[in-house]
């Protein structure tokens, strides 16, 4: 049966950015005194919000990053990527297979809608998912927290039980699970662990062609 809802996480499903956000997160926690490198940002943060790592640093650290850290990483994350990032190969063909099905679906990102907007601006998958956008500043708590997926549902108006979440985070997939949601888990990228996203609970797979076939769409549709 076909998904009622796609859910896609945008870093690393849609966008190519895992890589460019984690070594800027690390150089920034660096600078601000909390020594990281881009494995460690890679392994601890994939996957969370700009809010809730600042709440875990701080936790262990004791440090105080500022009120504004928050908005200092959002404004150094968003130059950074206008200048440009790559789409996932193969992802624009997927999307279009879900719409030529009629399938609906969206986008639940640990990341800030105008963050979003410019990824996916400057990738030409906006005019595809414009309208369906859902920040993780929306709710109260983020990944691996389920509120994020829940509101997009429900904004989408559509039951918990018939959506898809496509993740490549564990944090993301654990709150897929949470939301009572099927997780299918991308691990196409060479450092996404695609044992640990199985072991959250997902379904994986390493190219995002397979996607179609692990929801169900007809290859007539392709």
């Not at 984690?22 to 890679?42: H, I």
Request: glycine letters at 10%.
């Amino acid at each position: 049966m076909l998904p009622d809802l796609v859910i896609f996480d945008c870093d690393g499903v849609l966008v190519d950015t895992e890589k460019r956000s984690n070594e800027m997160l690390a150089d920034v926690l660096t600078r601000d005194g909390f020594p990281m490198t881009y494995a460690e940002s890679r392994r601890t943060f994939t996957g969370r919000s700009a809010a809730s790592i600042q709440k875990m640093v701080e936790a262990q650290s004791g440090l105080d990053l500022g009120a504004d850290w928050v908005d200092r990483l959002h404004s150094e994350t968003e130059a950074i990527f206008a200048q440009g990032v790559p789409a996932i190969p193969g992802v624009h063909a997927q999307i279009e297979r879900l719409h030529a099905a009629g399938v609906p679906f969206c986008v639940a990102s640990s990341g800030l809608v105008s963050k979003m907007r410019i990824t996916l601006g400057v990738t030409g998958l906006l005019p595809l998912l414009g309208d369906v956008l859902f920040s993780a500043s929306m709710v109260e708590n983020g990944k691996p927290a389920p509120d994020l997926f829940l509101h997009a549902a429900r904004s989408m108006g559509h039951e918990p039980a018939g959506c898809v979440v496509v993740e490549d985070s564990v944090p993301g997939v654990l709150a897929a699970v949470a939301a009572g949601m099927r997780a299918v888990g991308y691990a196409g990228d060479p450092e996404t662990s695609a044992e640990a996203l199985r072991a959250a609970g997902a379904d994986v797979i390493h190219d995002m062609a397979a996607l179609g076939g692990m929801l169900g769409l007809s290859p007539a549709a392709a």
